[in-house]
Each structure stands twice: as structure tokens, then as C-alpha cells.
């Protein structure tokens, strides 16, 4: 898992008026916490920080103007719902050699058995704990031949070396579920019933 390294400054200013000062000027506000320490206030360049939360569990070195480096992830991301530009986030600090909880996504491979079966996804991510500088980007399985009523329990999911399950081993990620027959037409079951009707009146 690569570092992303980006230049971050101390921010001392608070409130919704300040957070707009900073998006406008293209920074998006950020609080670093974890260690027992207090929260760090800050902010980051928007443009930077969005490319580089395009990888799942991104480790990033900041170096904060003043402050020294930090080494974090992210946890909680807020962005605008309606034109999506980043407006929070919230980084977890850590160490190298520690170990996180994390999120993973699940990726599939393979055909289910024919007959027009659905693939479900109960959990939309895995969680898993692994050590923070060799976070896996996510997980594959496979779901070949699989039948309806079939379950992918979080045990069948082969894992990285040094990534372990954050869940019980007994929970399900994804199952198998039939194809709901189509329902009739709107009006198509009266007309049928109608017919009917009219045959035993006969």
C-alpha cells in the first residue's frame, strides 16, 4: 500500500463562516484524532486530498506547516450531497506496525448457476483489521456455479497475510436469492379473472 504525502496547515478558526472561507479558497477542513490525543484541527488542498480518496483506506503522511508529520487514514468523509465536492473529514492518526479496523470492499468473480439467480450483497464492505501501512484495497471472491439460497459467509473470504476478520466469522456478505417471477401487468390479472369467470358462467 502506497503513501499519498500532502502539505496541511493548523487551523484556528471555527464556525460555518470559517468553513466557507476555507472551501472558497479550495482547502476542505479536516480533524485529526486518535492516541489519546487532543483533536488537531486542520486543513488540507481539496484537489489533493480528493485524488487521493479515490483508494479505499488511503494512508496518507501529512506534513502540517509547523506542526511536524502525521501519519493518518480516513475515517468519516463529508461531501456537498448535491454537487459532491468534499467538506469535512474526519483522520484517524497512526502508527506504523499498529493495527486498525477497517472497511475493505468485496469484489466477485465467476458466474452464478443459470436459471437467473441474483447476487446480494448483505455487507458492502468487510471489516477487517490489518496493520495500518498494509491495508489490502479490498478482497475478491468467487461466487462460480453458486445457487440459489447459497450464503458467502465472512470465513469463506480468502484474506491477505496479516488481515484478519473484524466481524463474527458466521456473519453473511453475500447470498443467492431467486429471480422474482414478473408480476402481471397492471389490469392483465382482472382481464384473466374476468375471462375466467366468464368460461364457468358457460
Known amino acids: 500500500m502506497s503513501e499519498v ?5 493548523l487551523r484556528s478558526e471555527f464556525g460555518k463562516g470559517a468553513a466557507r472561507r476555507v472551501r472558497r479558497a479550495h482547502l476542505v477542513p479536516g480533524v485529526i484524532y486518535g492516541h489519546g490525543q487532543d483533536p488537531k484541527h486542520v486543513t488540507l488542498p481539496g484537489h489533493e486530498l480528493l485524488l487521493a480518496l479515490r483508494t479505499p483506506n488511503v494512508l496518507i503522511s501529512l ?4 506542526d511536524g508529520t502525521a501519519l493518518v ?5 463529508q461531501r456537498d450531497p448535491l454537487k459532491g465536492f468534499l467538506e469535512h473529514v474526519d483522520l484517524l492518526a497512526v502508527k506504523r506496525g499498529e493495527k486498525v479496523t477497517v472497511e475493505i470492499v ?3 468473480e465467476g ?5 437467473g439467480n441474483l447476487l446480494e450483497h448483505v455487507l458492502n464492505a468487510l471489516p477487517v483489521e490489518a ?4 491495508i489490502p484495497d479490498g478482497v475478491t471472491v468467487s461466487v462460480e456455479g453458486l445457487e440459489a439460497g ?3 459467509l465472512a470465513k469463506d473470504i480468502p484474506l491477505p497475510k496479516g488481515t484478519t476478520l473484524a466481524v463474527d466469522e458466521d456473519t453473511v456478505v453475500l447470498q443467492v436469492v431467486a429471480a422474482q417471477a414478473e408480476a402481471p401487468a397492471e389490469g392483465e390479472g ?3 379473472e374476468g375471462e375466467a369467470a366468464e368460461a364457468a358462467a358457460e
Do not use: M, N, Y
Not at 506534513?63 to 509547523?66: A, L, S, T
Not at 487514514?73 to 468523509?77: E, F, G, H, L, M
Not at 458466474?111 to 436459471?115: D, S
Not at 496493520?131 to 498494509?134: G, V
Open 111 to 115: 458466474e452464478l448457476a443459470p436459471g
Open 131 to 134: 496493520e495500518a501501512t498494509h
Open 63 to 66: 506534513d502540517i506547516e509547523g
Open 5 to 9: 504525502k500532502i502539505s496541511a496547515q
Open 73 to 77: 487514514i480516513p475515517k468519516a468523509v
Open 190 to 192: 382482472e382481464a384473466a
Open 106 to 108: 468485496v469484489s466477485t
Open 150 to 152: 447459497a450464503s458467502v
